[in-house]
């Protein structure tokens, strides 16, 4: 089935500056990218999301890379503000019908 | 609120009981998706319903089931529960079993003592 690994695993900056989290994912088949923020006890909330035919997509301070050949996708958040502070989680839907996501990134915004 | 609605919010329990864990989905969303989210740990896909069927199931126990009934919402049944249970159990829906819009709960936390 579908692997994502997610990197950092804990991230910490300024308030600011820009943030930048990572993932890979194993099924060439993959072609849907969302990413999720989850703050201490609430829900996964969806920030934006790629699909396969896009290599890019941006949302105000948030924006999204994808690159099909390496199998990678990224996450930039540009001038962090403390609000930012949260987990964030990638996933991918691959042969699968569900989303496989993964382990999550503490991102820290220190004023 | 994210229109999926899924009770109760918390519940504690005691090992080798069995619970229900009940999960409505958003307005017109035909797909439910169980995960499962432990203490600082990622979120395990465990079972995904589609207008009433089961589409798709992962890592779940055998001492776990899942149903969606003709009004769509859905039941995670838990039993012979131990502590490595205790968890986080979110719901999500989506409008068909492509997964687009995926909209989660706001999850149950279960603690078994």
């Known amino acids: 089935g579908e692997n994502v690994e997610q990197h950092p695993s804990t991230l910490s900056v300024q308030e600011g500056d820009s943030a930048v989290i990572k993932c890979t994912y194993s099924?060439?088949?993959?072609?849907?990218f969302p990413w999720y923020k989850q703050e201490l006890g609430k829900r996964p909330q969806l920030i934006i999301d790629?699909?396969?035919?896009?290599g890019e997509k941006k949302d105000q301070r948030i924006a999204v890379t994808l690159n099909k050949t390496a199998k990678h996708f990224s996450l930039h958040i540009t001038e962090t503000q403390p609000e930012d502070s949260a987990v964030y989680f990638c996933?991918?839907?691959?042969?699968?019908?569900?989303?496989?996501f993964g382990s999550g990134t503490q991102l820290t915004v220190l004023p | 609120d994210s229109g999926v609605t899924q009770t109760p919010k918390h519940l504690i329990t005691a090992t080798g009981q069995r619970v229900t864990l009940r999960c409505s989905p958003r307005?017109?969303?035909?797909?439910v998706y169980w995960y499962q989210q432990s203490l600082d740990q990622g979120l395990q896909f465990l079972i995904q319903?589609?207008?009433?069927?089961?589409?798709a199931k992962g890592n779940i126990l055998e001492r776990f089931s899942a149903q969606q009934f003709p009004d769509l919402h859905s039941e995670l049944n838990l039993s012979s529960l131990e502590l490595g249970d205790s968890a986080l159990y979110f719901c999500?829906?989506?409008?068909?079993?492509?997964?687009?819009?995926?909209?989660f709960g706001s999850g149950t936390r279960l603690t078994v003592v």
């Open positions: 307005s017109g969303d035909l797909s």
């Open positions: 319903y589609y207008n009433g069927e089961e589409r």
């Open positions: 099924d060439s088949a993959s072609n849907y």
């Open positions: 999500a829906s989506s409008p068909d079993s492509m997964v687009y819009g995926y909209t």
């Open positions: 790629i699909r396969s035919n896009v």
């Open positions: 996933a991918s839907r691959g042969s699968a019908r569900q989303l496989t």
